[in-house]
């Protein structure tokens, strides 16, 4: 167990919902990744908070949106969802820069 | 930007033979790090070792080894012993190191790894 939690582990939506990931990070973690993974593009990084505050941006969506708040836990929202949106969506989270990653064991999401 | 190349797609190897796992990348920082990943399939991303650029010595955990040749930006993965439970897919990953630049890991695209009984 990584202590990192992810929530739900399993979203089916339909085209053109919107859905929100939950990310809890390891105790006294301070960062916060998400990644996307799907079969053509392998992990693809979205974005990453620090403390509450953007740290750096990836390849996300304008559809897409994320925020960290005061208790450190983030929150991922896919919205206007299409059928390439699905995918496995996995939060990471560090103490601090130089310290690896340790991963949720993903959300996985299927847009129909 | 940073890009990480895994050029074995698959892989397969006989239970307690031994298999390295290849993975190259492209950079023109000089501090980074290199991890691998395991991705078994219940999907869990499990960190399997590290290595720190500024380290010349290759890191080890139990069967698991790197070759890190920082000249040729080449880190494998050996693990010897194979076991069943060392199949999975394994992600090779860089980390820059530079202060305030991002912190993100940049993935190749998997080595699927199985173990033949």
């Known amino acids: 167990d990584s202590g990192v939690t992810q929530t739900p582990k399993h979203l089916i939506t339909a085209t053109g919902q919107r859905v929100t990931l939950r990310c809890s990070p390891r105790s006294g973690d301070l960062s916060v990744y998400w990644y996307q993974q799907s079969l053509d593009q392998g992990l693809q990084f979205l974005i990453q908070?620090?403390?509450?505050?953007?740290?750096a941006k990836g390849n996300i969506l304008e559809r897409f949106s994320a925020q960290q708040f005061p208790d450190l836990h983030s929150e991922l929202n896919l919205s206007s969802l299409e059928l390439g949106d699905s995918a496995l969506y996995f939060c990471a989270s560090s103490p601090e820069y130089n310290s690896p990653l340790h991963f949720g064991n993903g959300t996985r999401l299927t847009v129909t | 930007a940073q890009t990480v190349t895994q050029s074995q797609p698959e892989m397969s190897v006989q239970e307690a033979e031994t298999v390295t796992l290849s993975c190259t990348y492209d950079t023109s920082e000089s501090d980074y790090y290199l991890f691998w990943y395991k991705q078994p399939p219940s999907r869990q991303m499990i960190l399997v070792i590290r290595q720190e650029a500024y380290k010349q010595q290759n890191a080890t955990e139990n069967r698991f080894s790197v070759n890190f040749q920082k000249a040729a930006k080449s880190f494998s993965l050996k693990i010897s012993d194979s076991q069943l439970g060392d199949a999975a897919m394994y992600f090779c990953a860089y980390r820059s190191a530079r202060r305030g630049g991002s912190e993100k890991l940049v993935f190749g695209k998997g080595t699927k790894l199985t173990v033949n009984p």
């Open positions: 908070y620090y403390n509450g505050e953007e740290r």
